[in-house]
Every structure is written in structure tokens, then in C-alpha cells.
């Protein structure tokens, strides 16, 4: 079955966007491997000299690379962000990410509906993190943004789509891919995004965090090509009250 | 006195490559900017730094 994930006009086989945060470089190929990520995010943060390890080194050379601007707390420093990112040589992807508050590190739709406007002017495919609101999506899409990264629920918190009804209007409103990031915490939570006509996930802590790395890769890339299939099978009704029986309703052993 | 990376160093007269080379950073993995103006890798050469300037190098590290 041809369904691609089609992103800025790059075309992804995987719909499983992996973070690299949070655990060593050592489980990063394995995890990409397990995970049959595509897609691998990133940070940009002031080198250190003390610390020789590459991590562009621990991941696969097919895998595209997506720089966030984690840190910005504005426009401006989301822009200055992605553009270091750009220098760094790894291709023209960011996720725009600006959070004002650190206690739930809730995005900033506002600053970055600016930020977006800025990059993708400058030739970024820019993926924005944003609070599910169906307005502020219209204009991070006019903006130019590339798809639409919607959070579950606050990040890092693993509790699943605490926004499922939110996010639900922006798939059912929006044109561009809609990836679920942030607060995933199960592969029962991504399959049920992806069978809602989530366009991919994007999880980072849930693997984190787990006792086995590698084995909750391959368990979120399952729930995620299941879920992918369930949507485009598209799921039966449900009904409302009552029952319907499965089985022939003649022919019983009784007259 | 020139800020790099938030700490004092006496570098001004040098150029972005002398600095470096005087370092432990790999100069394929970083990236180098100056009072927030990107320098690209073409211009450590001739970039020399000024007395005040803010510079700063970074690299990717783990993140989602």
C-alpha cells in the first residue's frame, strides 16, 4: 500500500517521529532502528568541549534530521535558533518550539505563528509545537508552516491525549499533517491518535522513561502502523444504545 | 574581554580558526556565532574578534 507522509514535499514511509532526548547516545540506533523512524529531533545547545561525543555519529545517515528551538522564549529567539541549527549542516527542517512557562512548558501559539512566518519565508520546512486551537493552526498554516504538532498533553507527563477532542477539530479542519507531539506516553495512546487521522507521532519521554528502550520502540512503531490501518479502514459505527447481533438471526434450534 | 559561551575569555585580535584551533571543538560539528549573527565556517578565517564581542558555539545535543 502506497501512504506516505508527506512533509515540505519529502516523502516518509514511517509515521513514527523519534525524540533523542533524555537517553544515551549508545540506544539511539537501536532505537531507530526498532522504532523504524524516519524523522529524529534534535536541540542545539552551547557545545561543550568537555564532552567529545557526536551524536550526529549515533544516528543512521538516511534518517532526517528535525533541530527544535527548545530554549526559545520568543520569536526572535526561536529564529536565531533555527537558523544555527541550519549552519549546523543537517538539511532545513525545525520544529518551532517556544514556551514561556516552565512549570508546564506549554507552547506560545502566538510567538510562533510569528516564528513560522519568519522561517518559512527563509526556506525552512518549519513543523510548529503548538497548543491544539483550531484558529492558531489556521495561521501557522498561512504562516507556511509545513504540518501542524499538536501536544496530548503537557510534556514529558506521559499522559496521554488529554486534548483527544481538540486535536480531533484540527485533523478533521486542517489540510497539512497533523503529528501528535508531546504527552504520548502509551502505544495504546498513539494507535488511538492514529486511527482518529493523526498524520503521525512524535514521542520521546514514553521511550525515556521506560525500563526497556529498544522493545517500547517497536511496541509504539506497532500501535502506530495499527492505528495508520484502522483509520484508513475506516472504524465501523458505534451504536448508540442497544446491541446488534453478529450472528444470522435464523435458523436457531428451537422452533 | 570577549564572551564565549557566558564566560570571559582575552581572544579579541584573534580570528574565529585561532580561537579554535586553541580549543577542543571539533570544527565539523559546531557552529559559531557572533553578536547573534551566524559565522559561517567560509569566514573563521577572516572573522577576527573584537574586544566585546558575545560569541557563541553550539552543537546538537539529544532533544525532542
Redesign the interface.
Known sequence: MDDKLIIGGHEFNSRFIL?????S?EL?ESAVKDAGAEII??????????D?E???DYIPKNVT?L??T?GARNAQEAV?IA???R??G?GNFVKVEIMRDSKYLLPDNTETIKATEILANDGFVVMPYMYPDLNAARDMVNAGAASIMPLASP??SNKGLATREFIQILIDEIDLPIIVD?GIGRPSQACEAMEMGAAAI?A??ALATAGNLPLMASAFRAAIEAGRKAYLAKPGRVLSRGAAASDPLTGFLRD | MVKINGNDCDVSGMTISEYLATTDYDPKIIAVECNEEIVPKAKYDETVIQNGDVIEVVSFVGGG
Open positions: 525524540g533523542s532526548g533524555k537517553y547516545l539511539i529531533t534534535l536541540a542545539v545547545r552551547r557545545a561543550n568541549t568537555k567529545q557526536n551524536i550526529l534530521l533541530p527544535n527548545s536565531r537558523r544555527l541549527a549552519e549546523l543537517c510534556i514529558g508531546a512524535m520521546n519521554t
